[in-house]
């Protein structure tokens, strides 16, 4: 790589390059400030995946939101689903494994 391709990608990581550095310092640099991206990386803290709410709060919730507009929750995505057709206010919706979702009568999806 040339000088100015490695003083390019070095400053880009923030790295101010001495002039009189050769090839080899300033691969050096970059070397190390990659190095500690990638460590800072994986010691961050893991991201809270978000609460999923039980199969039954969920589809309650699902037909609540929608109940005065008069359309019916008919099949509800969710991880914990195991196919089975659970008995909702005005018929059984369907449940199916996956991520969160739900379909209603008029052909809606959320």
Do not use: C, N
């Amino acid at each position: 790589m040339s000088k100015k391709t490695l003083t390019q990608q070095a400053e880009e990581l923030g790295i101010k390059v001495d002039g009189r550095w050769s090839d080899e310092r300033i691969q050096q640099e970059i070397d190390k400030a990659t190095d500690a991206a990638s460590k800072e990386e994986k010691t961050e803290a893991p991201k809270k995946a978000a609460a999923v709410p039980s199969l039954h709060d969920y589809i309650r919730a699902q037909e609540a939101k929608h109940i005065k507009a008069g359309v019916v929750l008919v099949e509800v995505s969710h991880p914990s689903a195991d196919g089975r057709v659970f008995p909702g206010i005005y018929g059984g919706v369907r449940t199916v494994k996956g991520d969160l979702s739900a379909t209603y009568s008029d052909g809606t999806q959320e």
